[in-house]
Every structure is written in C-alpha cells, then in structure tokens.
T-cell receptor, first 112, second 112 residues
Framework: GQNIDQPTEMTATEGAIVQINCTYQ??????LFWYQQHAGEAPTFLSY????GLEEKGRFSSFLSRSKGYSYLLLKELQMKDSASYLC?????????????FGTGTQLKVEL | NAGVTQTPKFRILKIGQSMTLQCTQD?????MYWYRQDPGMGLKLIYY???????DKGEVPNGYNVSRSTTEDFPLRLELAAPSQTSVYFC???????????FGSGTRLTVV
C-alpha cells in the first residue's frame, strides 16, 4: 500500500522561514508533487521533484531524497497569503496508469 | 482558457437520489481524475482515465461510476446517494501523469 505522512498543523511568523516535511512509503514511486490549497479552493501546483536534490522556485523550494523516502517544502519570507494547506502527493506508476496519491495536508498558519 | 470546468458548484441530495457531476476540460489532456476531499483530509482518488474509452478504479470507487466517451468530458455518477458521500469533489486533468494536475473549482455535495 501507500503511506504518506506530513504534520497536521504548523504556525510561523510573517517574514520567517518554514519547512514542511513529508515522508512516504510507496511502491512504483516516480516523483513527488507539492500543492497549495487555500480554504474552499482547489489545489494549485507548486513543485515537482523526480530526482534527488533541491528545486528552487522563487520563495518556495522543494527537496527530495528517494533513498530516504523524504521530501520537504521550504517557504521563505513568509507572507500572510501563504496561510493555506500544503499537500504532499506521490506520483505512482501502475499497470493501469499513472496517478497521484495525496497526504492529508499540513495546515500552515502565518501570524504577525 | 477555461481549463477544467465542474458543474454544479453546490448540490444538496436526499438519501437514495442520484446525480451526475460534470467535468469538462479544454486543454486536450489525456488523463482525467476524480477525487473527493473530506474536511481536514487529503484527496482520495475515486476513478481515473488515461484516455477516451478507458477508465479505472482508484482508492474509493464504491458508490460511483464514470464514463469517458470523449477526451473533453469525464462525468461522475452517484446512483444511490448516501450520507457518507457528503464531500467536496474535485475533477483534475493532466497532459501526462507527471505534468502536474489542473484542478477544477470543485463541487460541494451534501447528502441528507
């Protein structure tokens, strides 16, 4: 089966840096996505890692270690609008097609 | 660009009623997916399709049916609505499985 773990909630201060961790145990692993979801809205794509290492995209960076089954999303210079749920999702290759399996999400609250 | 369009946005059903959630995309994506999201939880895959005429079950298919007669449309059918199907339903599409998903805005369904 598939197992994806991430913290339920995190709180951080505006202007600070926060790291959201994700660990996974899956078969057929072929990459890891991070999505942002504001309350009442659809998820939006943030990043995709398929190789080990760090991918930087503006204030957001994502890291993957395939051997450790571990990823993190790093948010710098936090803004109030970054308050949202952050979903870790594992991309899995199966005989019937490719699909994403999502973790339960980390609710990030940014405070003044 | 319309992207992924879901209708309706909100619906209240009585137990035992049936309905179809509509999903249409105009990006010529081969891959389409239906997810449900319960409060405070991640997204669970209901059904997916890798092309017209091809569908397959996800993690939680019971109580649902789908069809994919065209590339653009991927409707989700609830035959006998139950309170356990109260959820937010998201349709998504992608060009290929590892290109990141584009999500529709969601359908909030309540079964009473």
């Amino acid at each position: 089966g598939q197992n994806i773990d991430q913290p339920t909630e995190m709180t951080a201060t505006e202007g600070a840096i926060v790291q959201i961790n994700c660990t996974y145990q899956t078969s057929g692993f072929n990459g890891l996505f991070w999505y942002q979801q504001h309350a009442g809205e659809a998820p939006t794509f943030l990043s995709y890692n398929v190789l080990d290492g760090l991918e930087e995209k503006g204030r957001f960076s994502s890291f993957l270690s395939r051997s450790k089954g571990y990823s993190y999303l790093l948010l710098k210079e936090l803004q109030m609008k970054d308050s949202a749920s952050y979903l870790c999702a594992v991309y899995i290759l199966t005989g019937g097609g490719n699909k994403l399996t999502f973790g339960t999400g980390t609710q990030l609250k940014v405070e003044l | 660009n319309a992207g992924v369009t879901q209708t309706p946005k909100f619906r209240i059903l009585k137990i035992g009623q049936s309905m179809t959630l509509q999903c249409t995309q105009d990006m010529n994506h081969n891959y389409m997916y239906w997810y449900r999201q319960d409060p405070g939880m991640g997204l669970k895959l209901i059904y997916y399709s890798v092309g017209a005429g091809i569908t397959d079950k996800g993690e939680v298919p019971n109580g649902y049916n789908v069809s994919r007669s065209t590339t653009e449309d991927f409707p989700l059918r609830l035959e006998l609505a139950a309170p356990s199907q109260t959820s937010v339903y998201f349709c998504a599409s992608s060009y290929a499985g590892d290109y990141g998903y584009t999500f529709g805005s969601g359908t909030r369904l309540t079964v009473v």
